[in-house]
């Protein structure tokens, strides 16, 4: 079913024309991270995610897997991601399918307003991920290392076989939803693996709400890796998470599946 769905989704979305008006349509910087100009234990950490952020041809990702949501049934979806801050879910609901998208500016979605719930979800699927935290650096945003081996008991002397981690702090500009907004983020990476596994924050936009980003297990395909598990939750409670099972990573195109239609 997924296989299906994925065909007809690439079929329809090789049929949009470009249109020069949407900002996914502009031709974006080809500029690659300089592992060199990194931290010495990031640049272990970027090593570990792989290359597609240091050489060119694997700007562009595509995931398919089942998204399940609050209350919601899992459902087949497939993800369009291009470096470095275009998205596309297509989603194969009970009702049928429906598009959500950023083209690099606004947040859309193909069957009336987008919900909060829709907007939350490309926002941490864009902004809570490996790749947004490494291209801070290449942005030359500042980031401030608050130091290795944290654990997530916050005790200490006490027995603990949990993960620990070397936690970072940047403050990103989030664009998508009304004006562009400041966001502090804690960026928590795997003390021994050096695989980015949490990102931590109040939600300047709603209410400070306490949100996480978790990823849970990796596929990889050559030197890559994509999470398997991906959940989002919020003072808590799991507001969405996307199951992989699969990953292929490609070139930029020039195409326009990130506009909206019409513009």
Known sequence: MIRLFSILILAVAGAVVLSAQCPAGKVKSDRKLDKAKLPSRLQFAIQEHGDR?????????????????KKGADVPFQLVQELPDLIRIDIQGANGAETLAFDGEKQWQDKGALKKEDGDLLEALIYDTPERFFQAQANSVPMRSLGSGFRLDGQIGRPYS???????????????????????????????????????????????????????????????RAPRVIRRLENGTETARLSVNSFTLGPTRADSIFCMPGK
């Open 162 to 224: 949990g993960p620990v981690y070397d936690i970072y702090t940047i403050v990103d500009t989030i664009k998508g939803r009304g004006n562009a907004r400041p966001q502090t983020k804690y960026y928590f990476v795997n003390s021994s693996t050096h695989l980015l596994e949490r990102v931590e924050y109040n939600d300047t936009s709603n209410g400070d709400a306490f949100t996480q980003m978790h990823v849970e297990g990796w596929l990889q395909v050559g030197s890559d």
């Open 53 to 69: 952020l240091l050489k060119p041809g694997k700007e562009r990702i595509q995931m398919t897997g089942l998204l399940s949501r």
